[in-house]
């Protein structure tokens, strides 16, 4: 028979029949064990899914969704919605900038995150009909739409806004669209307020741009934004004035180019140089360095690409990539 702990020993003693019965205190080396035992188990997920944590996530950049091009930096409708399903296809789940730069990634074992990012709030990015629905050829319209037709790819992004405000003036205005965009997930982001090069100003310059750019958001009520997107991807000459000034404090700092970006757990994550890939096809000037390519590149190189565990409380890598584990994430360390 099992010995009585003193607890209950006692109780028995003073004939407390009504006393609920006590737990018996945790046995150590039991306790070992059962953690052993999870941590492999949680191995086992993490290898069957091919996670790794470490890998790179494309952060896409994209600016006008409109139906006539002007630039290389627009996209139609149809090339947007393509790219989208393109990606769901390809086993992405979108995650926000916010997200993505505090590590909090919670997508399903096996799927790879990606950061949808908009510049330059133009209406085109959202525009919202009368009774406070985006209008279907919006990206925000075609984003949901996707999603809608692709269960797990979740409908969020990141819109760096300017005084421009999805052309919109009134500031009850500028409130609805930007409560709508907090409400349903959507994620805000400073684009400096008057979209200026900061590498030609001084730090007085900077510092007023940033601080006006997140009262563009914080004016409507919303909390200050946790990521800035350096206007034509430039720091200022000082690269730390972009981090943190009075006014704003930044937890990534994004730039326009060209590269897919590193894992925020990785040693090779730099918080105030986070590159992001123009949207474009494989063809001309974007015949490297846009997304088409970049996804062909990562689909390829599959090994350099984060996946997901799908437990967002570990970090899961191969063993042998340990090395490019940053010591600020070492507790949550999932090698296998
Ligand atoms: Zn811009």
Redesign the pocket.
């Known amino acids: 028979m099992r010995r009585l702990t003193p607890v209950i020993a006692l109780a028995a003693l003073a004939g407390c029949a009504h006393q609920a019965p006590q737990a018996a205190p945790p046995d150590p080396q039991a306790q070992k064990a059962l953690a052993v035992k999870a941590t492999a188990a949680k191995a086992a997920v993490a290898r069957a899914a091919h996670a790794n944590e470490l890998g790179q996530i494309p952060v896409i950049m994209y600016h006008r969704v409109i139906a006539h091009p002007a630039t290389s930096d627009d996209q139609t409708p149809k090339q947007f919605r393509e790219e989208l399903e393109r990606m769901a296809a390809e086993k992405y789940v979108p995650i926000t900038a916010a997200e993505y730069v505090s590590g909090k990634i919670g997508v399903p074992a096996g799927t790879h995150p990606v950061v949808l990012t908009f510049?330059?709030s133009s209406p085109s990015q959202v525009t919202l009909d009368a009774t406070g629905n985006p209008e279907k050829d919006t990206a925000v319209g075609i984003l949901l739409d996707v999603a809608r037709a692709h269960p797990g790819f979740r409908p969020v992004a990141t819109f760096?806004v300017?005084r421009d405000m999805f052309g919109k003036f009134t500031p009850e205005e500028q409130t609805q669209v930007l409560t709508w965009l907090h409400d349903n997930g959507f994620d805000l982001g400073n684009?400096t307020r008057d979209?200026i090069d900061l590498r030609k100003q001084d730090r007085k310059a900077v510092v007023e741009q940033l601080t006006a750019g997140n009262h563009l958001i914080t004016g409507h009520g919303l909390a200050a934004p946790s990521t800035l997107?350096l206007?034509y991807g430039n720091l200022p000459a000082t690269k730390s004035w972009a981090r943190s000034g009075d006014g704003y404090k930044f937890s990534g700092v994004f730039l326009a180019g060209y590269d897919p970006a590193e894992s925020p757990f990785g040693t090779r994550f730099n918080a105030l140089e986070i590159p992001r890939i123009r949207s474009g096809p494989k063809t001309g000037e974007c015949k490297q360095f846009c997304s088409a390519a970049w996804l062909d590149w990562l689909n390829k190189h599959a090994g350099q690409r984060f996946t997901s565990d799908g437990d967002p409380t570990t970090v899961a890598f191969p063993k042998f990539d340990r090395a490019f584990l940053a010591k600020t994430w070492a507790t949550k360390a999932l090698p296998y």
């Open positions: 510049d330059d760096y300017t684009h979209h997107a206007p």
